[in-house]
Structure formats: structure tokens, C-alpha cells
């Protein structure tokens, strides 16, 4: 046996001065800069292009056809847009209503984001005089 496994004190299992107590939030030390990967990483992921969707107007049953039927719309408009577009285009009066659907399947609420909508970079978007379906 050597002498200085002897000499090494043997630890106490009540000995709780060496533990480390964990910091509170108030005593944490608080970041006043981002690490620069960090800050890079921010840059790009804020400046997402604004993406353009293609819209394309197709008639259902007997309301009229548009001259325009296809035109792009930015990804962050609401579906209320393309709602007033057709409106304002078929000459739509105050009382007479306008129903739009979504691929001839079901009407996204007015304040659908666009961009949450459409597949394969196209919405396709049936409209009526008068409800269609259901």
C-alpha cells in the first residue's frame, strides 16, 4: 500500500459546503450581445422574401366569366382580398352576394391568410352568386 492513499481525507456524506447551489434568475448574468453565428442567423431568418401566389378565378355555375381570371397576390393578404377583387370586377352591388371556395371544397374565412392556402404555387378560387354547395 502507498502512503498517499492514506493521506487523502475521506468526504463526509453530510459535507454540503461543496455543493453549488444554482443561481437565481435575478443573479444569473443577462446577455447584452448576441454571439455573431447568432446574429447572422437572425438576419436571414427575419428577411424572409415576400412570395407571390398565383390566383386563378374559375366561375361556378351560372356567374359570369372574368376577363382577368388569373393575377398574383402577395402570401401575406388575407383571403378577403381576393373577395373584393371579384366583387368589384363582377360589379357586385351591396345587397348581392359573392361566394368564393377554395379548390370547389370549402370558404375560407376572411381573415384566412392566402399564404396558408394555396398547393403546387396556385390557389385556385371558385366563386358564385349564390352559395354552391352544402
Known amino acids: 500500500m502507498s502512503s498517499t492513499t492514506q493521506d487523502e481525507p475521506i468526504p463526509e456524506e453530510d459535507d454540503t459546503t461543496t455543493t453549488q447551489t444554482p443561481l437565481t434568475t435575478s443573479a444569473s448574468i443577462l ?7 447568432a446574429s447572422k442567423a437572425l438576419e436571414t431568418a427575419t ?5 407571390k401566389i398565383t390566383i386563378r378565378l374559375q ?7 372574368l376577363t382577368q381570371r388569373v393575377f398574383k397576390l ?6 378577403e382580398t381576393i ?9 357586385a ?14 370558404s375560407p374565412g376572411l381573415d384566412e391568410g392566402v399564404g396558408n392556402l394555396w398547393e403546387n404555387d396556385e390557389l385556385v378560387v371558385g366563386y358564385a352568386m349564390a352559395p354552391a354547395f352544402g
Open 59 to 65: 366561375p361556378i355555375g351560372s356567374a359570369p366569366h
Open 74 to 79: 402577395s402570401a401575406t393578404q388575407r383571403f
Open 93 to 106: 352591388r351591396g345587397g348581392e352576394g359573392v361566394v368564393c371556395y377554395v379548390g370547389s371544397v370549402f
Open 31 to 37: 446577455l447584452t450581445t448576441l454571439p455573431r453565428d
Open 47 to 51: 428577411t424572409t422574401p415576400v412570395q
Open 83 to 91: 373577395v373584393r377583387f371579384v366583387r368589384r370586377k363582377l360589379g
